[in-house]
């Protein structure tokens, strides 16, 4: 679906952001990229709907090389949902922010105006219809950013920190908007710092450093290697109790109701 070979991305000052990356990921897979600031996310993301093109190597998209399709070709497939919001807002209402691109793919009037209401219910924007995206909180406008990449229903949506600015109830409603993506079919790639956020979804981890892919692998497998601070990693607080337990159950706990079930099991036992 989304191919990485030997991808090396070279800015015009001379930075060497991306070191001979490969990967694949596949349809209807959750990945997660973590890593430390300046590894270079940001480019791989950039790299998956053709905003970048490699210096070396090459990056194929549904069978597609990014050099030879457009950005507005590679965007219907593979949907992103950037860490600043402010830079993909630019409508004067928060109805016209989700409409636009719906018009742009060439969606008609009306399937459009439903879809922009579906999205407005769906991420708890319709009391503010009418207002200026910009006048939005800096979460409200992660929503609104996710809400109009979603209305035009991608095959790949791509999370750059979106858990930032959230208070718990709307990162349970991110993580069930990923989940039910995922049940649809859809592949969903998730870049965070929030690895309490990332632990939570089970993803296949990619840990991102120097411009390179150096751990790849399950959530679970992955976060309990010796040496994860190397990379400014700190295990989330689940899989930290479960590595410090002498008594284990057969699978790290990845949400707390787990953990009091199985504390339940052995106190009752």
Request: with cysteine; charged share 30%; aromatic share 8%.
């Amino acid at each position: 679906m989304i191919e990485f070979e030997g991808v090396r991305y070279v800015y015009p000052n001379g930075v060497e952001a991306l070191k001979g990356v490969s990967l694949r990921i596949g349809e209807g897979e959750l990945v997660a990229m973590v890593g430390p600031n300046g590894a270079g996310k940001t480019t791989l993301i950039k790299h998956m709907n053709g905003l970048l093109k490699p210096t070396e190597g090459r990056v194929r998209v549904f069978g597609v090389d990014t050099r030879k399709a457009s950005v507005a070709e590679l965007s219907r497939r593979v949907g992103i949902v950037f860490q600043n919001s402010d830079r993909q807002l630019f409508s004067e209402t928060v109805e016209e922010e989700i409409r636009f691109g719906l018009e742009n793919f060439g969606f008609s009037k009306e399937e459009a105006g439903e879809r922009v209401e579906e999205m407005l219910e769906r991420f708890g924007l319709e009391p503010y219809r009418h207002a200026s995206p910009f006048s939005l909180s800096g979460g409200e406008k992660k929503r609104l950013c996710i809400a109009l990449v979603l209305a035009w229903d991608p095959d790949v949506l791509v999370l750059d920190e979106p858990t930032v600015g959230q208070d718990w109830a709307n990162k349970e409603r991110i993580r069930g908007l990923i989940e039910s993506l995922l049940k649809e079919g859809k592949s969903v790639v998730v870049s965070s710092h929030d690895l309490e956020f990332v632990w939570s979804l089970r993803p296949r981890v990619l840990v991102v450093s120097g411009g390179r892919v150096v751990m790849d692998g399950r959530a679970e497998e992955v976060l309990s290697r010796d040496g994860i601070e190397e990379f400014r990693l700190l295990r989330p607080r689940l899989l930290e109790l479960y590595m410090l337990l002498k008594k284990k159950p057969r699978r790290p706990f990845f949400e707390v109701g787990e953990l009091e079930e199985w504390v339940k099991a052995e106190v009752g036992g």
